[in-house]
T-cell receptor
Framework: EDKVVQSPLSLVVHEGDTVTLNCSYE??????LLWYKQEKKAPTFLFML????IEKKSGRLSSILDKKELFSILNITATQTGDSAVYLC???????????FGQGTRLTINP | GAVVSQHPSWVICKSGTSVKIECRSL??????MFWYRQFPKQSLMLMAT?????????EQGVEKDKFLINHASLTLSTLTVTSAHPEDSSFYIC??????????FGPGTRLTVL
């Protein structure tokens, strides 16, 4: 069974801290790994990763994929209260292009 | 602007009624749309894959007679929750493929069944 596991499930930090969110996966037919941020509504896209070892960066957020060890991390530096959200990791499967989601990490940034 | 719309954005209905949710791609054609649901404090679970002009493919455990999917055109897929019950209350989101590497989520529909 295709599986995506995120850790931690919940994280509370102070503004300015750096956080690392983890995502590991076991799937039969990997195509890409995606990170999303979800606040009150539908997820908003952050990154798509297809190749190992290449860091993707957008402002204070960055992500990298390790296809040998089957995991990805999402880093957020100098966190702000607006970063508070649920961060979802999903693996896209070849062929059907289905997304299998992890449980999400609920990140809370306290001022 | 939004490239995928969903209608309605929220709906409250009585137990036993049917509710139709629409997912539209704006300005592009989509042969494949996916329907997800998300219960409170949980992740998104794929319900079915909707292909234009053919029958939808349902995930294990999702009743195809209860969740009717119609993808009659390249810009519209509908999900009808038939004989809705309180346990069907959830956030329903569509995801649309716009090309090989482009995909968009709709804004979601919050269904509350009383």
């Amino acid at each position: 069974e295709d599986k995506v596991v995120q850790s931690p499930l919940s994280l509370v930090v102070h503004e300015g801290d750096t956080v690392t969110l983890n995502c590991s996966y076991e799937v039969t037919n990997f195509r890409s790994l995606l990170w999303y941020k979800q606040e009150k509504k539908a997820p908003t896209f952050l990154f798509m990763l297809t190749s190992s070892g290449i860091e993707k960066k957008s402002g204070r957020l960055s992500s990298i994929l390790d296809k040998k060890e089957l995991f990805s991390i999402l880093n957020i530096t100098a966190t702000q209260t607006g970063d508070s959200a649920v961060y979802l990791c999903a693996v896209e499967l070849q062929g059907a292009q289905k997304l299998v989601f992890g449980q999400g990490t609920r990140l809370t940034i306290n001022p | 602007g939004a490239v995928v719309s969903q209608h309605p954005s929220w709906v409250i209905c009585k137990s036993g009624t049917s509710v139709k949710i629409e997912c539209r791609s704006l300005d592009f054609q989509a042969t494949t749309m996916f329907w997800y649901r998300q219960f409170p404090k949980q992740s998104l679970m794929l319900m079915a894959t909707s292909n234009e002009g053919s029958k939808a493919t349902y995930e294990q455990g999702v009743e195809k007679d209860k969740f009717l999917i119609n993808h009659a055109s390249l810009t519209l897929s509908t999900l009808t929750v038939t004989s809705a019950h309180p346990e069907d209350s959830s956030f329903y989101i569509c995801r649309v493929l716009a090309g090989l590497n482009e995909q968009f989520f709709g804004p979601g529909t919050r269904l509350t069944v009383l």
